[in-house]
């Protein structure tokens, strides 16, 4: 009789003990899926406050380059050779520069809160190489305004000027704009030189939104 007991006691322990346990589940996916939650929506509040710079860039940066355009078809002479050539790339990378921005702008309209961790996480490293790529590539364009006011004249007199002065100072221009867009990039973000030109709300809002997206990580790890 005592064994009997004994036994029904212990199956009593054992189910409080099971009910106990799925409630502490519960409660911790309860948790979990609030902090998720609460993290999303951070992430996606520090996104939107970029969509009005964006926007105005995108703005901005066609109407720059309609006028850069302009500039050039009034400019197709031999004499001016040198400043369409280089009001033309200007033009051109700006362009690109546009179209990238026009991703971003896709890019954060299609993060959802109701997308999985993953996908979200996927989208913002995708925001922040692109980021970095619109500015690797709007470097490249720094050369071009040291050669816009060059002139064939200029060029065939052999003024020491034009080769001791501008030629240096348009190759110094060129080498720094392909080195920055070589050492722009993932390996380089905890350089010095790296967070002082990435240092506006446009790149710290992306790692920001990133940072909240991976606590939910690092929280569902303290959980487990």
């Known amino acids: 009789m005592e064994d009997i007991e004994l036994q029904s006691l212990w199956q009593a322990y054992d189910k409080k003990l099971e009910e106990s346990k799925l409630l502490n589940m519960q409660s911790w996916a309860l948790n979990m899926q609030c902090f998720e939650d609460l993290q999303k929506q951070k992430a996606k509040s520090k996104l939107n406050r970029l969509l009005p ?79 970095m790529l619109s500015a690797r ?51 380089n973000m905890d350089k010095k030189w790296f967070k002082f030109l990435f240092g506006s709300a446009e790149w710290t809002s992306v790692i920001k939104a990133k940072n909240f997206i991976e606590e939910i990580e690092a929280f569902r790890q303290d959980k487990v």
């Open 53 to 131: 710079q964006k926007f105005w860039l995108i703005i901005a940066g066609i109407a720059w380059v309609l006028f850069l355009v302009f500039l050039v078809v009034h400019s197709l002479t031999f004499s001016k050779i040198a400043f369409a050539v280089s009001i033309g790339m200007i033009a051109l990378i700006t362009t690109i520069a546009i179209v990238l921005y026009i991703k971003q702008v896709v890019l954060i309209k299609q993060i959802d809160n109701s997308e999985s961790v993953i996908d979200v996480q996927e989208k913002l490293s995708l925001l922040q190489a692109s980021t």
């Open 137 to 187: 590539i709007l470097f490249l364009q720094s050369p071009f305004y040291c050669t816009w006011f060059f002139t064939p004249t200029w060029i065939m007199s052999g003024d020491w000027g034009f080769w001791l002065i501008a030629v240096p100072i348009a190759l110094a221009f060129a080498y720094v704009s392909i080195w920055l867009y070589r050492n722009i990039n993932d390996k």
